[in-house]
């Protein structure tokens, strides 16, 4: 199993241009979840899904869009890509949501690091 | 906010020593989760303390919770180099359904 995975590993943007970040989960993870993650800064929560065709705001979703088309596959779009979304994005998938007594471990991919110039 | 606190910040020590970071959050929990992170790559899961637990181990690994001081602690014993990495805490918050992550604690491990 590859686990989580995502594209591209590193990006570098003009102002304005747009992209598209793909994130792939072959475990059937019912969640996934974007974030990003800036110095000092921690982890921050721009989008997540608990379902295929779903999904939801998180803490920084501002100049962002999401899709979660197949259960597999998340997809993170910039329409507009601005300095401040200079950052390292990353992926994770869970099997159940936060608040179940299941446990609810996030898988995370290795990361897409965005230079936006 | 409800994002969880590390503390310290950043923490050296020497091979062979213990080290000990801290997590502390605002709101009642259902669990408390900790993460670790090499430079570069995505985070990895530890190991979990639900609310109702105060002591978990797993290896060389021993999570404390304390829900009345809303604060947790991990302690690695023995380090090693392979253990430089950035720590984070994550809460498992009702109602929400997603976690909140600390801004973690970067241990540095001299040989």
């Known amino acids: 199993n590859a686990g989580v995975t995502q594209t591209p590993k590193f990006r570098v943007l003009k102002t304005g241009q747009s992209m598209t970040l793909l994130c792939a989960q072959d475990?059937?993870?019912?969640?996934m979840y974007w974030y990003r993650q800036d110095p000092g800064m921690g982890l921050r929560l721009i989008h997540y899904?608990?379902?295929?065709?779903?999904?939801a705001k998180g803490e920084v979703p501002d100049g962002y869009n999401v899709s979660r088309l197949k259960k597999q596959n998340f997809l993170l779009g910039l329409e507009s890509a601005a300095p401040s979304q200079t950052s390292v994005y990353f992926c994770?998938?869970?099997?159940?949501?936060?608040?179940?007594?299941?446990?609810?471990?996030?898988?995370f991919g290795p990361g897409t690091r965005l230079t936006v110039l | 906010s409800q994002q969880g606190e590390e503390d310290p910040q950043a923490l050296s020590i020497q091979e062979g020593e213990n080290a000990t970071m801290n997590c502390s959050y605002k709101t009642s929990i259902n669990n408390l989760q900790w993460y670790r992170q090499n430079s570069g790559r995505g985070l990895v899961h530890l190991i979990l303390i639900r609310s109702n637990e105060r002591e978990k181990h797993s290896g060389r690994l021993r999570v404390t919770l304390d829900t009345s001081k809303k604060s947790s602690s991990l302690l690695i014993t023995a380090s090693r180099a392979a253990d430089t990495a950035s720590y984070f805490c994550?809460?498992?918050?009702?109602?929400?359904?997603?976690?909140?992550f600390g801004k973690g604690t970067m241990l540095l491990v001299s040989p």
């Open positions: 899904s608990v379902g295929e065709g779903t999904t």
């Open positions: 994550a809460t498992d918050h009702s109602g929400y359904s997603t976690l909140t």
């Open positions: 475990m059937n993870h019912e969640y």
């Open positions: 994770a998938s869970s099997k159940v949501a936060s608040g179940s007594i299941s446990y609810n471990e996030q898988f």
